[in-house]
């Protein structure tokens, strides 16, 4: 597997778990 990619799907997983956990957190700032 490319490194650029591997490392394109790490920023996206530690992006999804970073608004998660911003969900629970944090008061809802995004819509939905």
Known sequence: MDVTALAFVA??????????????THQPGLPG
């Not at 997983?13 to 969900?23: T, Y």
Request: hydrophobic residues 85%.
């Open 11 to 24: 920023l996206m997983l530690l992006i999804l778990v970073f608004f998660a956990w911003w969900g629970e």
